[in-house]
């Protein structure tokens, strides 16, 4: 089994590969440095956003990032209140990005 790596590490490496990419990120809600679950949320500045999470997969052994919410902004923001009031351990990083890019898919963010 491969070690878990902390959140805020993975948070932080992650933050910076957007700034490389120039795709503008903020961190919105920091959870526990440990062991939080992150959710990132992606407005395309057109009104719309989409959030994202990570789950297990066990068909293929691995992470993968799945939608948690998409709508309006508005909407997407209520979803991520209400994750937020239940777990407060919970990280959200917020892009904003007119082409949609997250860089989620980058295997080296797995």
């Known amino acids: 089994?491969?070690?878990?790596?902390?959140?805020?590490?993975?948070v932080g490496?992650?933050?910076?590969?957007?700034?490389?990419?120039?795709i503008p990120a903020v961190l919105r809600a920091k959870g526990d440095a440990e062991a939080g679950a992150v959710i990132v949320s992606l407005a395309t500045m057109d009104g719309r956003a989409k959030a994202f999470q990570r789950r297990f997969d066990l068909m293929t052994d691995?992470?993968?990032w799945e939608t948690l919410a998409e709508g309006t902004e508005a909407e997407v923001d209520a979803?991520?209140?209400?994750?937020?009031?239940r777990d407060p351990d919970l990280w959200i990083v917020e892009i904003e990005d007119?082409?949609?890019r997250t860089l989620l898919e980058?295997?080296?963010?797995g």
């Not at 979803?79 to 009031?85: E, F, I």
């Not at 980058?106 to 963010?109: K, N, Q, V």
Request: proline share 8%; glycine share 2%; no cysteine.
């Open 13 to 22: 490496a992650y933050l910076a590969r957007l700034r490389i990419a120039a």
């Open 98 to 100: 007119p082409k949609g």
């Open 1 to 10: 089994m491969t070690p878990r790596l902390a959140t805020h590490v993975w």
């Open 79 to 85: 979803v991520l209140a209400r994750a937020r009031a």
């Open 106 to 109: 980058d295997p080296s963010l």
């Open 62 to 64: 691995s992470r993968v």
